[in-house]
């Protein structure tokens, strides 16, 4: 069985960094693309970040230069850290290997 758990979200102010973990079981990271999305209250889920097995990573146009996402494969675990937030990047958010997805974790970034 698959099971995916985020953790590291929270309060923060406006400029401050938050880093996401989640943490996999059942599932081999190394063979699969990994990635983080996110959902605001009305809006749809979007694609944050993602990273391939060899390492590349693609960011959405919102997030290039502050979000960064990293794979840690012999420990079946991926990371977003969030640098310098802003109140639009409150959400929930998750993480999704292949067709699985965690149960998110709430960014809550105030002005």
């Known amino acids: 069985q698959v099971q995916l758990v985020e953790s590291g979200g929270g309060f923060v102010q406006a400029g401050e960094s938050l880093r996401l973990s989640c943490a996999a079981s059942?599932?081999?990271?190394?063979?699969?693309?990994l990635a983080w999305y996110r959902q605001s209250p009305g809006k749809q889920r979007e694609s944050v970040a993602t990273?391939?097995?060899?390492?590349?990573?693609n960011y959405a146009d919102s997030v290039k230069g502050r979000f960064t996402i990293s794979r840690d494969d012999n420990n079946n675990r991926m990371f977003l850290q969030m640098a310098n937030l802003q109140p639009e990047d409150t959400a929930v958010y998750f993480c999704?290997?292949?067709?699985?997805w965690g149960q998110g974790t709430q960014v809550t970034v105030s002005s």
């Open positions: 999704k290997v292949f067709k699985w």
């Open positions: 990273i391939t097995t060899g390492g590349v990573t």
């Open positions: 059942g599932i081999m990271f190394r063979l699969n693309t």
